[in-house]
Nanobody
């Protein structure tokens, strides 16, 4: 079972950058597809980015393409979300998620992920 701990959130001005980290405690991290989701107040949780087990496949929601980059370091059991050119609409709680089905890539639906972190708040001031 994966335990996930996010860090790196905070308050940043519009146009600024943050890098989120998600540390996984399971022994099978290198075999686990990962994703990032976010949830703004009053809104449903939405997909942000996903990465395959080996890191070769990535995908992003349209609103963050060209600004956010998902990556992973399997030696450190960590997945990252580099966020540049932040906008006020990026304000949300960001969640790291892990697949448990052995899939190479878990996709953009929350149903593809079994384990979730506690979330880290990102606030972008305009």
């Amino acid at each position: 079972q994966e335990q996930l701990v996010e860090s790196g959130g905070g308050l940043v001005q519009a146009g600024g950058s943050l890098r989120l980290s998600c540390a996984a405690s399971g022994r099978t991290f290198s075999s686990t597809a990962m994703g990032w989701f976010r949830q703004a107040p009053g809104k449903e949780r939405e997909f942000v980015a996903a990465i395959s087990r080996g890191g070769a496949i990535t995908s992003y929601t349209d609103s963050v393409k060209g600004r956010f980059t998902i990556s992973r370091d399997n030696a450190k059991n960590t997945v990252y979300l580099q966020m540049n050119s932040l906008k006020s609409e990026d304000t949300a709680v960001y969640y790291c998620a892990a697949n448990n089905g052995g899939q190479i890539y878990a996709g953009n639906s929350p149903s593809g992920y079994a384990y979730w972190g506690q979330g880290t708040q990102v606030t972008v001031s305009s």
